[in-house]
């Protein structure tokens, strides 16, 4: 599975973006699926996963309420909503594919992420 992330660039605090991750191949349903960030000098840290239906979804205590983690399994595309950014949203974004056994199983462990997008930078900022 290959992954390519999109959506980033650069918006006001109290702003919104919506991120894009595409994925290739024919068994992007198998995977659930996550999304990361990574801060300069910081490690990389959970945001968002879904589980390969789309039934089941997770979110970081800082971004519930605020990110949104959704799915098209016919487009083979997982999406990140994001509102209400802050400075500390600040970082590049990575999608990643987790094999996924059970269609309602997710993980917020980034060691059980089998693919990894090549990240994308979103930089909130007035």
């Known amino acids: 599975v290959q992954l390519q992330a999109s959506g980033g660039g650069l918006v006001q605090p109290g702003g919104s973006l919506r991120l894009s991750c595409a994925a290739s191949g024919r068994t992007f349903s198998l995977y659930s699926m996550g999304w990361f960030r990574q801060a300069p000098g910081k490690e990389r840290e959970f945001r968002a996963a879904i589980s390969r239906s789309g039934g089941s979804t997770y979110y970081a205590d800082s971004v519930k309420g605020r990110f949104t983690i959704s799915r098209d399994n016919a487009k083979n595309t997982v999406y990140l909503q994001m509102n209400s950014l802050n400075a500390e949203d600040t970082a590049v974004y990575y999608c990643?594919?987790?094999?996924?056994?059970?269609?309602?199983?997710?993980?917020?462990?980034?060691?059980?992420?089998?693919?990894w997008g090549q990240g994308t930078l979103v930089t909130v900022s007035s």
């Open positions: 990643a594919a987790a094999k996924a056994g059970s269609p309602f199983t997710l993980t917020t462990n980034p060691r059980e992420y089998d693919y």
